[in-house]
Each structure stands twice: as C-alpha cells, then as structure tokens.
C-alpha cells in the first residue's frame, strides 16, 4: 500500500495514537511518582461515569467507521450518521470520550490532565487532514466545516 493510501485511510489517526500512548506512559509515570493522586476515595461513581464514557465512545467510533467506509469507496465528503455533527467523529470518540473515560475509571488527577492535555494536541493534528479536505472538496468542505465542530457538535 502507498504512503498516500495509507494516510487516505488512516489520517493522522497513527501518529495521534503514537502521542497519546506516549503521553499515557508519562501520566503512568508521573502518577506512579506521585503515589496515585487519587479524585475520590471510593471512586465507585467515577468509574461508572467512566464505563459509560468509553461505552458510548466505542459505540461512536463504529457508528463513524461503518458510516465511513460507505463514502470512502467513491470518495466522497461523507456528511451523514455521526459525521453530520463531528468531523472527525472518531478521533472525538477516542480524544473526548475514552480518554476520559479511562481517566475516571483510573481515579486520578493525573490522568484527567492527561485526558484534557490531548486536545490541544490532536486540534493542531487535524489541521493537517483538513487543509486536505478543502483541497479535494473546496467549498463543499468549507460549508460543512462551518456547520459541524471537530470533537464536539456545534451548538448553532
């Protein structure tokens, strides 16, 4: 498979799972040093709240893959199911929902930050994947970027 294949269908998906395994070992790291600053002393609530997070966020990421790969065969914008609402629901799915969902599940303050910290950080990733986007779709792209968020629908 062509690098240009493989990125058509992965995106920045490798490199942000690269970062973000590579910064969870950092938390690991850094919470082990700290002696698990934990959130709750009975952390019952937070990891319920956590296993619905990442329930819910591994439900998103197949609604958008099985969504996807309808559109991928003729390659075109694909504006329905999840991605009516996200541009990138699944990179949403792991950024904003599993990634807290394990912080609260952990029951640390340490993988919170961790969980807030990978925003920023895939924001600046996508740039690249959507400078692409408007290049292969135009407007038609620019419209839909107006209308949708990145990892959180648009209240509008």
Avoid at 17 to 41: C, E, K, R, S, Y
Avoid at 147 to 153: A, K, L, S
Wanted: glycine share 8%; hydrophobic share 50%; with cysteine.
């Amino acid at each position: 498979m062509a690098i240009g294949a493989y990125r058509r269908i992965f995106g920045v998906g490798p490199t942000g799972a690269g970062i973000t395994g590579a910064l969870f070992f950092v938390a690991w790291l850094l919470n082990q040093a700290l002696g698990h600053p934990g959130i709750l002393a009975h952390p019952l609530p937070l990891w319920i709240a956590g296993v619905v997070l990442t329930i819910f966020g591994l439900a998103l990421h197949m609604w958008s893959f099985f969504t996807l790969r309808n559109w991928w065969r003729n390659d075109q914008l694909c504006t329905t199911g999840p991605f009516q609402y996200f541009r990138h629901p699944m990179y949403a799915a792991w950024v904003t929902f599993i990634s807290m969902g394990v912080a609260l599940m952990l029951n640390s303050w340490i993988y919170i930050l961790w969980a807030y910290a990978l925003h920023p950080i895939w924001h600046v990733l996508v740039v690249r994947e959507e400078k692409i986007m408007e290049q292969v779709f135009g407007d038609k792209y620019r419209q839909y970027a107006d209308r949708t968020g990145r990892f959180f629908p648009r209240l509008s």
